[in-house]
């Protein structure tokens, strides 16, 4: 399976906490930011298209995972800590993955990722191949 989404590519961003409950009954929740999880949501969303259209079903066997980022052309150098770590996208990747691409993210036993230079269009190409 191989895809590309066009658009600027959010890595995952650490993770958010808050309160909730008041007095004794108070905890503390983490969440993933917002610009992250509507990232995820469009990468798993497109992954369960693509694997309807094509009549798949999510791979059951160790898969290799590869990821070509291009980042959004920035205007300035000093902006280019925005992009983003490759690992940091890697993740999001995975994460919004497991579960529709492959049952679980045990079975990625082959990762592939690079970081293209900045450049318009924008996005991320995904490719999920079987192993076995």
């Given at each position: 399976m191989k895809f590309t989404i066009l658009g600027k590519p959010v890595p995952l961003g650490?993770?958010?906490?808050?309160?909730?409950?008041?007095?004794?009954?108070a905890f503390a929740q983490a969440y993933t930011p917002p610009s992250s999880k509507k990232w995820m949501d469009l990468i798993r969303n497109v992954a369960a298209m693509e694997m309807r259209n094509?009549?798949?079903?999510?791979?059951?066997?160790?898969?290799?995972?590869?990821?070509?980022?291009?980042?959004?052309?920035?205007k300035s150098g000093k902006d280019a800590k925005r992009i983003g770590d490759l690992d940091n996208h890697l993740k999001a990747v995975l994460d919004a993955l497991n579960g529709v691409a492959y049952k679980d993210d045990s079975q990625v036993r082959e990762l592939s990722a690079r970081m293209l230079p900045a450049a318009h269009p924008s996005g991320i190409t995904i490719e999920v191949t079987d192993l076995a």
């Open positions: 650490r993770p958010r906490f808050r309160v909730l409950g008041k007095g004794p009954r094509h009549l798949w079903n999510p791979y059951s066997k160790p898969v290799h995972v590869h990821l070509e980022v291009t980042p959004q052309k920035l």
